[in-house]
């Protein structure tokens, strides 16, 4: 398994930009496809975005609610995934998760195996 932590998070106003990171440690990070996934109080914990191993020519994809806004990329040299976030709204407000899998195409959180601790977002009005 790989080891994930993610930063980044913070409070923003609607319509800023906010980028999130996470840092994987092992040697095996770029066999892995990434994902973010989010989490609201109250609610499930969603998938965000999700982009393939280096193999898979790093393919990407998006959940309705952010695809155009959220822009998901890796950097295997530095071991990190990143989630660039624009047009930020209030109903973005989340812990924010980066996870890993070797599931192809696997999209929901028990695809994944590896989880970071989650950073918070919060997006005000």
């Known amino acids: 398994q790989v080891q994930l932590v993610e930063s980044g998070g913070g409070m923003v106003q609607a319509g800023g930009s906010l980028r999130l990171s996470c840092a994987a440690s092992?040697?095996?990070?770029?066999?892995?496809?990434m994902g973010w996934f989010r989490q609201a109080p109250g609610k499930e914990r969603e998938f965000a975005a999700r982009i393939g191993r280096s193999g898979s020519g790093g393919s990407t994809y998006y959940s309705d609610s952010v695809k155009g806004r959220f822009t998901i990329s890796r950097d295997n040299a530095k071991n990190t995934v990143y989630l660039q976030m624009n047009s930020l709204k209030p109903e973005d407000t989340a812990v924010y998760y980066c996870a890993a899998t070797n599931v192809p195409y696997g999209r929901t959180p028990g695809d994944f195996s590896s989880w970071g601790q989650g950073t918070q977002v919060t997006v005000s009005s």
């Open positions: 092992g040697r095996t990070f770029s066999s892995y496809a």
